[in-house]
């Protein structure tokens, strides 16, 4: 993985099986962890991956680049200043992961069998990076 430079952060993360504790009892069940910075782990189901990943591949590239924009900066600020309702970041952090493959065209499935959305605050854009 090339080094990050100050600017970045990873934002999001689809903890592989690998990852172990909560992560690997989230894919027992037949779930996705997702992890948002460093406090904020949820888990999707196939229903939500489903429905999502449908919405996310009607929008064009270019809807999508804006939509991912705007719930990466939302996502990062709420980060950084550790505000935010779970409930309401985890719903920000689902369609801010979608939008990004979508974004990126990035296969589902790999993604979501692992991967880091970094998030550049100074270019304000978003990176994916598979790990498989």
Do not use: Y
Request: charged share 30%; proline share 4%.
């Amino acid at each position: 993985m090339a080094q990050q430079s100050a600017r970045e952060e990873v934002l999001l993360r689809c903890l592989p099986a690998s990852e172990g504790g909560l992560a690997h009892d989230i894919r027992a069940r037949g779930n996705v962890p997702v992890q948002l910075g460093e406090a904020c782990l949820f888990e999707l189901t196939p229903h939500d991956i489903r429905e999502s990943w449908n919405d996310a591949r009607k929008l064009r590239r270019q809807v999508a680049s804006a939509m991912v924009t705007e719930l990466g900066l939302r996502l990062a600020r709420s980060i950084h200043e550790d505000d935010g309702e779970p409930e309401r970041l985890a719903g920000d952090a689902a369609a801010c992961l979608f939008l990004a493959l979508r974004h990126r065209d990035v296969p589902l499935k790999h993604a979501l069998a692992g991967c880091h959305i970094t998030w550049d605050g100074v270019r304000r854009s978003e990176e994916v990076e598979c790990l498989t």
